[in-house]
């Protein structure tokens, strides 16, 4: 079996799903001169990723991080569609649809099937559910790997990466290449275990300040406001759940439980009411705070 292509090869690149993590890893790889398909489910959602990509260039040109040029030339290196079929003939394909389980897993059987080379690397961006399960969906468990980004991709230089058992040293050694000396980005490894490395450390973090605001110890507002100016964190939990959206906090934590059974992990009720009532953080308007839409 010939090895997959290193990073230096690796120049048609997939990304499924068109959502603010989708439509970041496709800018990124864009921006960074590769040929880059996003598939969405329908044309009506490939539009919409459109926009949010070109939305991020231009607000990278105004705020100096890159030049008008350099924007529309990542522009015209994407191709967005609605249909999963187009990308047969990438060398890796990114998955980034909803944090849930099935959803994933029927993006892996599909593309399993669609995806020509069989050498081809088929990656998840998924936060926390096991690597293991999506490549068990495949005929190609050894070149499936978890390439775990950060919101938003652009900005924040982390990528996890993440071998389940199956995953070949080719292939992993690949994607490190890929992420490190094509996108630029720094890499960690991690196992496969749910919530890799960051998650298992922010998950229950962020819990406890929802607990907190729950309870009525302290507003989110003070939540915040003591762990941005008391510990000189960027932003404090509950702004950051809002910026994660609340939904996939939620999801994550769920994983992390399944795995785990800690109660640190389970999701709060406070939580669950608030993604029940569509009170998703930033991308609804409403979360722990209110935000204007852009």
């Given at each position: 079996?010939?090895?997959?292509?290193?990073?230096?090869?690796?120049?048609?690149?997939?990304?499924?799903?068109?959502?603010?993590?989708?439509?970041?890893?496709?800018?990124?790889?864009?921006?960074?001169?590769?040929?880059?398909?996003?598939?969405?489910?329908?044309?009506?959602?490939?539009?919409?990723?459109?926009?949010?990509?070109?939305?991020?260039?231009?607000?990278?040109?105004?705020?100096?991080?890159?030049?008008?040029?350099?924007?529309?030339?990542?522009?015209?290196?994407?191709?967005?569609?609605?249909?999963?079929?187009?990308?047969?003939?990438?060398?890796?394909?990114?998955?980034?649809?909803?944090?849930?389980?099935?959803?994933?897993?029927?993006?892996?059987?599909?593309?399993?099937?669609?995806?020509?080379?069989?050498?081809?690397?088929?990656?998840?961006?998924?936060?926390?559910?096991?690597?293991?399960?999506?490549?068990?969906?495949?005929?190609?468990?050894?070149?499936?790997?978890?390439?775990?980004?950060?919101?938003?991709?652009?900005?924040?230089p982390l990528v996890e990466v993440?071998?389940?058992?199956?995953?070949?040293?080719?292939?992993?050694?690949?994607?490190?290449?890929?992420?490190?000396?094509?996108?630029?980005?720094?890499?960690?490894?991690?196992?496969?275990?749910?919530?890799?490395?960051?998650?298992?450390?922010?998950?229950?973090?962020?819990?406890?300040?929802?607990?907190?605001?729950?309870?009525?110890?302290?507003?989110?507002?003070?939540?915040?406001?003591?762990?941005?100016?008391?510990?000189?964190h960027p932003m404090g939990p509950?702004?950051?759940?809002d910026l994660i959206g609340l939904?996939?906090?939620?999801?994550?934590?769920?994983?992390?439980?399944?795995?785990?059974?800690?109660?640190?992990?389970?999701?709060?009720?406070?939580?669950?009411?608030?993604?029940?009532?569509?009170?998703?953080?930033?991308?609804?308007?409403?979360?722990?705070?209110?935000?204007?839409?852009?």
């Open positions: 079996m010939n090895a997959p292509a290193g990073s230096a090869r690796i120049r048609r690149v997939g990304v499924v799903g068109g959502g603010q993590m989708g439509a970041g890893i496709a800018e990124v790889c864009a921006r960074a001169g590769l040929d880059t398909v996003v598939a969405e489910a329908d044309a009506t959602a490939a539009r919409a990723a459109r926009d949010r990509v070109a939305v991020s260039l231009e607000r990278a040109v105004q705020r100096g991080k890159l030049d008008r040029i350099s924007a529309e030339d990542a522009l015209a290196r994407l191709v967005f569609t609605g249909d999963l079929e187009d990308l047969a003939d990438r060398q890796l394909v990114m998955e980034a649809v909803t944090e849930d389980p099935d959803a994933k897993t029927a993006v892996f059987t599909a593309l399993d099937k669609i995806v020509e080379d069989p050498e081809a690397v088929l990656a998840t961006n998924t936060s926390a559910i096991p690597v293991m399960r999506l490549g068990t969906a495949t005929g190609r468990a050894d070149r499936v790997v978890g390439l775990h980004f950060f919101n938003p991709v652009p900005v924040l993440v071998p389940s058992l199956h995953t070949s040293a080719d292939t992993l050694r690949a994607v490190e290449e890929f992420a490190r000396d094509t996108l630029g980005k720094t890499t960690v490894r991690s196992q496969d275990r749910a919530g890799f490395v960051v998650n298992a450390l922010l998950i229950p973090y962020l819990l406890s300040a929802v607990r907190m605001a729950e309870s009525g110890f302290a507003s989110a507002a003070d939540v915040d406001a003591g762990m941005e100016l008391g510990c000189a509950l702004k950051l759940a939904d996939t906090v939620e999801a994550i934590a769920e994983s992390l439980y399944e795995e785990f059974k800690e109660p640190l992990y389970a999701p709060p009720p406070l939580l669950r009411r608030m993604v029940q009532a569509g009170l998703l953080g930033r991308k609804s308007g409403r979360g722990f705070h209110t935000y204007g839409r852009d």
